[in-house]
């Protein structure tokens, strides 16, 4: 099979198509003919060596964790899953194993769950990683609830478009910073305030929250903890060694700051499914790029100005 990967850290020129064996699943895995695969910034984060502590120094090492495509076989000890099934999922992102911009993939049966009947190959791809990360980050770590006022930075890109949509089917009121241009879009998904973050002062009085979603990661804790509610949470989808440090200095007072570390579940990923078959959640696609043609939507990934997800179409 073809499957993009890279021999060393560096920029994208280290990138290359080349031929792997098609992967045999174990136990419990399956194996997934991919047809779309989604393009993530922490893939980029990866290749430049930013996590080498923990990605470590094992080549090749491929790119994308988020897939969907056709199941083909399945593990000895798979269950709720058979071959033929249409399916999506995620790789476990704190293993840093990736490599779905390929041919073939073999997740582990409990990383993939059937897709929403309702969208193409190319939508549901858009929706694991990032729809996963906002709700395990809303719901799991800062409890949202009905009347919340909930604060999603960075709201145009991938994980923001997510977060708006989740947190207004949790019961939030919803604020949104993004570029003059996305202000429409975060409107159009829910936000009941959408701020420019080069004209507007999210960070300042009179704004209050109780959560602050810094899907972009360029926020502080120290910055944000001014507008937050005695019991308000800042939660960031980057980790850092300032994150580290903010989340062990307010262990045992409030507010908080934390860090989501996404985990692919099964059970998550079926409520993502039923999100989109309730109306509730929409995938947002800033552009679909033919397989031959990843290494030119890792580029425009890497501008930091695509809106929503940017997908590889393998098929």
């Known amino acids: 099979m073809r499957a993009l990967a890279y021999d060393a850290y560096g920029g ?10 098609v992967p045999a699943p174990g136990r419990v895995e399956v194996l997934v003919r991919v047809r779309a ?22 080549f090749p090492k491929r790119v994308g964790a988020d897939f969907a495509g056709e199941v083909v076989e399945v593990g000895a000890s798979v269950s709720g899953i058979e071959v033929g099934d249409r399916v999506f999922g995620m790789l476990e992102e704190w293993t840093y194993r ?6 073939y993939v073999a997740p582990r049966a409990s990383e993939v769950a059937r897709m929403p009947r309702l969208l193409s190959f190319e939508e549901a791809a858009a929706l694991p990683l990032v729809s996963l990360t906002a ?16 604060c999603v930075h960075g709201a ?3 994980v923001g478009t997510a977060a708006i949509q989740l947190a207004v089917a949790l019961g939030a009121i919803v604020t949104t910073t993004s570029s003059a241009k996305n202000l429409e879009l975060c409107r159009s998904l829910g936000a009941a305030e959408a701020l420019d973050y080069a004209s507007d002062t999210p960070f ?7 959560v602050v979603l810094d899907a972009f990661g360029n926020l502080s804790f120290d910055r944000v903890k001014r507008v937050l509610t005695p019991d308000g949470i800042y939660v960031t989808t980057v980790p850092s060694v300032r994150i ?3 989340s062990l200095r307010t262990l045992a007072r409030q507010p908080r700051a934390r860090l989501v570390v996404v985990r692919a579940r099964r059970a998550d990923l079926d409520g993502v499914a039923r999100f989109v078959e309730n109306g509730l959640l929409r995938p947002v696609v800033d552009r679909v790029v ?26």
């Open 12 to 21: 994208l020129e280290r990138l290359a198509f080349r031929d792997l064996p």
């Open 98 to 103: 990736r490599g779905t911009v390929a041919e």
């Open 244 to 246: 580290v440090r903010d």
């Open 135 to 150: 709700l395990q980050a809303l719901r799991d770590i800062a409890h949202v609830r009905a009347g919340d006022a909930v």
């Open 156 to 158: 145009s890109g991938g």
């Open 204 to 210: 300042a009085s009179p704004h209050r929250y109780r």
């Open 37 to 58: 695969a989604a393009l993530n910034p922490k893939d980029s984060f990866v290749r430049k060596g930013r996590f080498r502590l923990v990605s470590g120094r094992t």
């Open 290 to 315: 033919a397989f031959d043609d990843a290494i030119e939507g890792i580029r425009h990934l890497e501008t930091k100005r695509s809106r929503g997800k940017i997908i590889v179409k393998v098929a």
